[in-house]
């Protein structure tokens, strides 16, 4: 019992605006998933990598001035970055290389350790959004309110965006200010002051949609652990179906039987999603994407953001009409 | 003077597959508390549910407190509090955090949310349960939750869809109470959906019944309650043969009821003296005399089968 009954009391003030109920769905989200310790050791690890691509910052900038930095860096565009052509040209005018140089260990930085972050985290996080809700029938509560469909969408999308902006947005620009940081040259400044923006662009050709693929997979079922195995089954199978696909005529070659296919390795990408992301994020930071367009990548990454957006809502609309 | 009415709806119809859940709806809700009847399938969650625009694709056209629907369904929702019948719950909160959240969904700011959530749950007795994961919550306490959650917006109206259920008996009592609490003193209207006619008969004051997607009967408590035509409830003690005789002679007619009673019909209560005499001149004593009510039940039965054998 409460040590002083009220009772019941009239509430009069001012309500915000309907727009901006859509905050309270991602804030409660949030709160709910910070609560998990699993996530924050996730979030911390995942911000570990950071240190690789700012060493390499920090050499190229240390390259410009000093020989031995710049036949370690000479070195590393030979071997493991596989960019001999930057290698000469770090040799003979290494600051014409710099935006080029920063945007490949940005992009590095992107494809390898914060893609398999978010595969994890996402994993992790969204098939729990849309599920629980659907299976202890909460969208009766949120729509009771005056709260519609996308604004929920937008809602629970916003918590995977936060995240997902947390290690991968945050950690770029961050990677970026320490780049400055570094360097012993404020022009750095000025001759890549479009990188945060690339950044950016990046960030968001990778959490829209596959914010929107995660939360299509969340709507599908009221069992949270389906979701997260057609979420992981869809990033290992469209590789490991990529990369059969693609080193199938190498593997064939010198047989005797062998099918003669032609294949397109990049028509193929688009069966990954893994390689469709680094198709359109290498093009947006400006780098060398091969010949074939980046189009048809954009285009999936539409289709899957606008179908499972649609999906989404529609699974919501017909649950409410039971 | 006739209220106007906060709830008007004309010609609602929906659809499922070709099955009529809703056919023709046409009411005029006044406020106060109203009971929504009608057996398992006769369209009351559809009908509510339709009011809150959470079902799609109807026909008709109605107004709620003035706002059009279901045109400014959104806006109605704002004014709407909502008891679904439902076991729901948003997972992973406590049950303060549930009802904060939704004061903020509709509207109230955070800090307003988070104390008035207190309030609510205090008013609904909830105690200090309210620091725990809601699903630990027994049915009851669900019960309790939710109505916190339909109240905390200050909604001038309620929707109750069986809001009893899952209550043992003293908390359902405090559940009326509270309703009655509402209607009364703060001036709320209530929409009461529930299978339950004892609680329909002790809180509402006008009663719907639907059957098979239609409005069988819609009309207040004591309209309703009223028979055909006036009639007294009589209970004696010994024999009543002779009291019988002598209300026979007089014009009066009798039948005797399963319990011992007699009903006699065609008598007002200007009539009462003439029932005492034949019993003084009789010899007589009277236990009980009462005018006599159409039971809820009665009503209902009627109202359904005539549905069923129209």
Known sequence: MPVHDLGYRKWVGKRNHQLIRALFVARSGITLIWRRRMLKFLLIIAWLPIAIPAIGIFGFEQGLTNETYRRTIVQALRGPMERPDLALQMLQDPISIRHEVWSTLILGFFRVPQLYSMVLLVGLIAPLLISYDLRSKAYLQYFSRPLSPNEYIVGKSAVIWFFLGMITTLPGLTLYLLGVLLSSDISVVGMTWDIPLRILLASVALIIPTTALAISYSACTVENRYASFAWFATWIMGSVAYQILTNAPRMGRGRRNRIDMDFDTERWLLVSPYHTLGKVETWIFGLNTGESSVWPAIVILLAITVIGTLFVRNRLIARLSV | ?310
């Open chain 2, 1 to 310: 003077m006739p209220l106007s009415p906060i709830i008007s709806l004309s010609g609602v119809t929906k659809l499922y597959s070709g099955f009529r859940a809703l056919d023709d709806v046409s009411l005029e809700i006044e406020p106060g508390i109203t009971g929504l009847l009608g057996p398992n399938g006769s369209g009351k969650s559809t009908l509510i549910k339709s009011l809150l625009g959470l079902v799609r694709n109807h026909q008709g056209t109605g107004t709620v407190l003035g706002l059009q629907w279901p045109g400014e369904v959104r806006d109605i929702r704002d004014r709407v509090g909502y008891l679904p019948e439902d076991d729901c719950y948003i997972a992973g909160l406590t049950g303060i955090e549930s009802v904060a959240f939704m004061a903020n969904l509709s509207g109230l700011p955070k800090t307003e949310g988070l104390r008035r959530a207190h309030e609510m749950t205090d008013f609904c007795d909830i105690g200090e349960e309210k620091y725990r994961s809601v699903e630990t919550y027994s049915t009851g306490m669900r019960q309790k939750l939710k109505f916190a959650q339909a109240l905390v917006h200050d909604p001038p109206i309620l929707i109750l869809d069986e809001p009893t259920t899952g209550l043992d008996p003293d908390q359902r009592d405090a559940m009326l109470r509270r309703i009655r609490t509402l209607a009364q003193d703060h001036g709320k209207s209530i929409l009461l959906s529930t299978h339950i006619l004892p609680d329909v008969k002790s809180v509402c004051d006008q009663v719907v019944i639907l059957a098979r997607g239609k409005v069988r009967v819609h009309d207040t408590m004591e309209n309703l309650s009223k028979p055909a035509e006036p009639t007294l409830n009589v209970m004696i003690y010994g024999q009543k043969d002779a009291f019988l005789i002598g209300l026979n002679k007089a014009g009066y007619n009798v039948t005797a009821q399963a319990d011992g009673a007699l009903k006699i019909t065609g008598t007002g209560v200007d009539q009462v003296g003439g029932v005492w005499a034949i019993a003084a001149s009789t010899e007589t004593s009277i236990r009980r005399l009462a005018p006599a009510q159409n039971s809820l039940e009665e009503i209902f039965f009627q109202a359904v089968s005539r549905s069923e054998h129209p």
